[in-house]
């Protein structure tokens, strides 16, 4: 286990997580993102332009929700395409500028045979090589806090099971976040949706929406999924 050294810490790293998917059998994948902060770099300023731009375009501050947004589900429901689309730009404009950086872990599910045990020791294992790959950049903090809904069991066993392996434990500090209080938690829930949705046109399973909304390959990976990709952990 990796055990913090006292020189030359940063005061606090945030990380905030989100998934994609489920365990039974509704999606053919599972997507798990870990967005990773520095707490000393303020994103109030970012946050502030967004909601200029929501305003100038007479849009509510309704919390990113990236699939529900796709298949106007939830706040989505009552919103034209057209509405949808300004939010989801918008977004993506506000989250290019955003200083973060991220990992996504991306599974077939039919690897696993829908085995949950399984799937958590790959995920588990998968986070250990990750953390462990980027342990010089985790070593400037003096405390890691992990920004999670709790909505998986699955995802949070092995984030805890990962971490603490990883990390001293006395430098963690859990958070069970509404995705709604937090933007970095929005955050998360958009890059697996554009994880998931590279996903689907690298395989030729993109839907119909998912075409309506980012257009073909070339024009969403120009758009989105190379401008975030240059944003990845190591």
Not at 85 to 108: C, D, G, V
Not at 117 to 127: P, Q, V, Y
Request: proline share 3%.
């Amino acid at each position: 286990i990796f055990i913090f050294q006292e020189a030359e810490m940063n005061e606090e790293l945030s990380v905030f997580v989100d998934e994609s998917g489920d365990i039974g059998e509704r999606s053919r994948y599972y997507l798990i993102t870990l967005v990773f902060h520095e707490q000393e770099n303020d994103i109030s300023p970012y946050i502030e332009i967004y909601l200029i731009d929501l305003g100038d375009k007479g849009l509510p501050d309704i919390p990113m929700r990236a699939g529900p947004l796709l298949t106007k589900h939830e706040s989505y429901e009552e919103l034209s395409i057209e509405t949808r689309k300004s939010y989801l730009s918008s977004f993506r404009i506000f989250a290019s500028h955003l200083p973060f950086s991220y990992m996504t872990l991306a599974y077939k599910k039919s690897e696993f045979q829908d085995d949950a045990n399984k799937l958590l020791d790959r995920m588990k294992r998968d986070l250990i090589n990750g953390l462990f790959d980027n342990i010089a950049y985790l070593q400037k903090f003096d405390e890691v806090k992990v920004y999670y809904d709790n909505g998986q069991a699955i995802v949070t066993k092995a984030l805890h099971d990962a971490i603490e392996y990883v990390l001293a434990k006395d430098a963690i500090v859990y958070k069970n976040a509404d995705p709604a209080d937090y933007r970095l938690l929005q955050l998360a829930d958009f890059l697996c949706t554009i994880e998931l949705t590279a996903l689907k046109y690298q395989t030729k399973d993109q839907r119909p929406t998912d075409t309506k909304f980012f257009g073909e390959w070339g024009s969403f990976k120009k758009n989105y999924l190379n401008k975030f990709r240059r944003k990845r952990l190591n």
